[in-house]
């Protein structure tokens, strides 16, 4: 049985977190994110939490995930819902 | 204006910790504009915001509208200090006949369909909710504009509601003035990341708020 899907599905996500480390870098060290009782998390707490891997740092893929699903037109389709 | 007098609103407003009390402050201004209308607002404030105050005001006040600020889970809301206020083991059932809104991580996942039924509305976010801040404003949140694009946007759904709008409508003008704020930092051309990271979780919590139960419920 192949293991092809495992593999394809580690490297989007290993290029899922490399994309979110280098824009969270980007930032401006007065950048705070609250989310949830968990926070409030600093520039330097998300690279942190991405790089580890953890409930926050997955949320903080999710999030970069959604927007690039939404650059693919979906703020286009929600526009045309509201 | 649309008349409220004699209808009730109770508020949560803990304030134990950043996000908390931002949220508390970012709502002063929908207790003035209820009580604008002639609602008697009930403001759980800090240490009021525990399970006896909100339980026994929710008997004794029959609120129809219910503004829970604070930290969620699926399965509940809580106070102040954490402790938690309404859950969906049975506490629900306290907020049935009312229109609520959650302004909380991921109740709306189980605590929000759980309590939704035909003379109930539920408004809140099924996963995390999510606002970006200015640490130079930690002491003052009101006059953070940054939290303000979040704020203003959540702020719309009792600001609709108030107007007289239905849970469904004023659920989907709160989900506008989300997508408002995307579009006018779209169009400001601007390359700053902050305001690309606002961007992508402004979307995220207009893609995640719902209104659950009776939608077409009006105060």
Redesign the interface.
């Known amino acids: 049985m192949s293991d092809e899907p495992n593999n394809q599905a580690a490297v989007e996500n290993e290029y899922v977190r490399d994309l979110v480390l280098s824009r969270l870098q980007l930032l401006s060290p007065d950048t705070m994110k609250m989310i949830g009782g968990q926070g409030p998390f600093s520039r330097n707490d998300l690279i942190r939490h991405v790089t580890a891997g953890d409930e926050v740092g997955k949320i903080i893929e999710e999030v970069e995930v959604e927007w690039m699903r939404a650059q693919g037109g979906l703020l286009d389709e929600l526009a045309e819902t509201l | 204006m649309n008349s409220l007098g004699g209808k009730k609103m109770l508020v949560t407003r803990p304030e134990h910790?950043?996000?908390t009390r931002?949220l508390s402050r970012w709502s002063e201004s929908l207790i003035e504009d209820a009580e604008g209308r002639g609602m008697q607002v009930i403001d759980l404030f800090r240490e009021k915001a525990n399970a006896a105050e909100f339980t026994g005001r929710l008997d004794k006040a029959d609120p129809s509208l219910v503004v829970l600020n604070g930290?969620?889970s699926d399965t509940s809301v809580?106070g102040h200090d954490?402790k938690p206020l309404v859950s969906a083991d049975g506490g629900q059932a306290r907020l049935k006949g009312r229109i609520t809104y959650a302004v909380?991580?991921?109740s709306a996942a189980v605590l929000g369909p759980s309590c939704g039924d035909e003379r109930t509305a539920y408004i809140g976010y099924a996963?995390?909710?999510?606002?970006?801040?200015?640490?130079?404003y930690?002491t003052r949140p009101k006059n953070d504009a940054r939290a303000g694009r979040f704020l203003t946007a959540s702020n719309r759904v009792v600001e609709s509601l108030l107007s007289g709008h239905t849970a469904a409508e004023s659920s989907?003008r709160s989900?506008?003035a989300f997508?408002q704020q995307?579009?006018a930092l779209l169009s400001s051309s601007s390359t700053d990341?902050?305001d690309?990271?606002d961007?992508?979780?402004l979307?995220?919590d207009?893609?995640h708020q719902v209104c659950c139960g009776n939608g077409d419920m009006t105060l």
């Open positions: 910790d950043p996000g931002y930290h969620g809580t954490n909380s991580c991921n996963k995390s909710f999510i606002f970006n801040i200015n640490r130079q930690l989907a989900k506008a997508l995307i579009l990341p902050d690309r990271d961007m992508q979780t979307l995220w207009m893609k």
